[in-house]
């Protein structure tokens, strides 16, 4: 039901943008998250939009400033720009929905995609 994509091969400084869709039901009024996860790592926290026009965001302090979460509700697509990638930011990136409003907490996440590589090369 959620489909990311987007991920790549991406020398440090350069620029990904992943794509999150969803289908088989509307996710207009959940919250969208972004996680990261390495091999022998926890499933990180990246960044969480909320569901209304506007929508609050939370970003980890990790990514601050580089990256930007957005949602466009009409194609049902939350979106993760990332901006001056780093080696650290390798990892598998994964999308994920939740009732009501967004957190941090990947445990709190109903419906999750598949995952898309990230793979910054320095």
């Known amino acids: 039901q959620l489909q990311a994509s987007g991920g790549g091969l991406v020398q440090a400084g350069g620029s990904l943008r992943l794509s999150c869709a969803a289908s088989?039901?509307?996710?207009?009024?959940?919250?969208m998250g972004w996680f990261r996860q390495t091999p022998g790592k926890e499933r990180e926290f990246v960044a969480a939009i909320n569901w209304w026009s506007g929508g609050s965001t939370l970003y980890a302090d990790s990514v601050k400033g580089r990256f930007t979460i957005s949602r466009d509700n009409a194609k049902n697509t939350v979106y993760l720009q990332m901006n001056g990638l780093k080696p650290a930011d390798t990892a598998v990136y994964y999308c994920?929905?939740?009732?009501?409003?967004?957190?941090?907490?990947?445990?709190?996440?109903?419906?999750w995609g598949q995952g898309t590589q990230v793979t910054v090369s320095s």
């Open positions: 994920a929905a939740k009732r009501t409003l967004a957190t941090m907490k990947s445990r709190e996440y109903d419906y």
């Open positions: 088989g039901r509307t996710f207009g009024n959940y919250g």
